[in-house]
Nanobody, 123 residues
Framework: QVQPVESGGGLVQAGGSLRLSCAAP????????MGWFRQAPGKEREFVAS????????YYADSVKGRFTISRDNAKNTMALQMNSLKPEDTAVYYC????????????????WGQGTQVTVSS
């Protein structure tokens, strides 16, 4: 496995919840942070959340703060994103990727993006 594998997306009504998962190679997972990013149709990819390698700190975009929770399991090289109180504007393809000291962007050299997982929130 070279690319991260995202899963857990689906169709949900506004106000509902989903839990996304990311499985990444150990080398990828050992980066300073691991993050979730999303891309809606016609829009640029944007930062959602990230978590430090040791899990000591988490970071969130203002648009998801208080609704989403990021976590990781270093023993399994997996990461999760619990998404509650979903809104139609959360509709996007969600990706996981490694990051560095700038915790809101993926590593510039990272090119092994997975296929992502589609999240669709109906109003």
């Amino acid at each position: 496995q070279v690319q991260p594998v995202e899963s857990g997306g689906g169709l949900v009504q506004a106000g509902g919840s989903l839990r996304l998962s990311c499985a990444a190679p150990r080398r990828t997972f050992s980066s300073y942070v691991m993050g979730w990013f999303r891309q809606a149709p016609g829009k640029e990819r944007e930062f959602v959340a990230s978590i430090r390698r040791d899990g000591s700190s988490t970071y969130y975009a203002d648009s998801v703060k208080g609704r989403f929770t990021i976590s990781r399991d270093n023993a399994k090289n997996t990461m999760a994103l619990q998404m509650n109180s979903l809104k139609p504007e959360d509709t996007a393809v969600y990706y996981c990727a490694p990051g560095g000291r700038i915790v809101t962007i993926p590593l510039p050299e990272f090119a092994s993006w997975g296929q992502g997982t589609q999240v669709t929130v109906s109003s």
